[in-house]
């Protein structure tokens, strides 16, 4: 069993950045993807970004694009989502997620989940 533990939410106003941590209980993160996927209230659970097992395959949804870089070190068993200019619409509880080695975009093919860690975008 993998645990994530993700964090690295906050209150930022738009046009801010932060940075979110998703850091796995034990070395085999280093075989899984990890996917940043996001909900606001009302509405389902989105995916955001993802990178491959290997750091080689990296995507993002449209909307994130030029915005949101996602990184990982597997020697620290740590991956990062970096958000710089935020908007309101970004607002949102982010988890990660770890998939065995490729990227998914659909939540129910996720094997295992972070709890979650709230952005909150706002003026």
């Known amino acids: 069993h993998l645990t994530l533990v993700d964090s690295g939410g906050g209150l930022v106003q738009p046009g801010g950045s932060l940075r979110l941590s998703c850091v796995a209980s034990?070395?085999?993160?280093?075989?899984?993807?990890i996917g940043w996927f996001r909900q606001a209230p009302g509405k389902k659970r989105e995916w955001v970004s993802c990178?491959?097992?290997?750091?080689?395959?990296?995507n993002h949804i449209d909307s994130v694009k030029g915005r949101f870089t996602i990184s990982r070190d597997n020697e620290k068993q740590t991956v990062w989502l970096q958000m710089d200019n935020l908007k309101p619409e970004d607002t949102a509880v982010y988890y990660c997620?770890?998939?065995?080695?490729?990227?998914?975009?659909?939540?129910?093919?996720?094997?295992?989940w972070g709890q979650g860690t709230q952005v909150n975008v706002s003026s």
């Open positions: 990178i491959s097992s290997s750091g080689d395959n990296i």
């Open positions: 997620a770890a998939t065995w080695e490729s990227c998914v975009v659909a939540a129910f093919e996720v094997e295992y």
């Open positions: 034990e070395y085999r993160m280093g075989l899984y993807a």
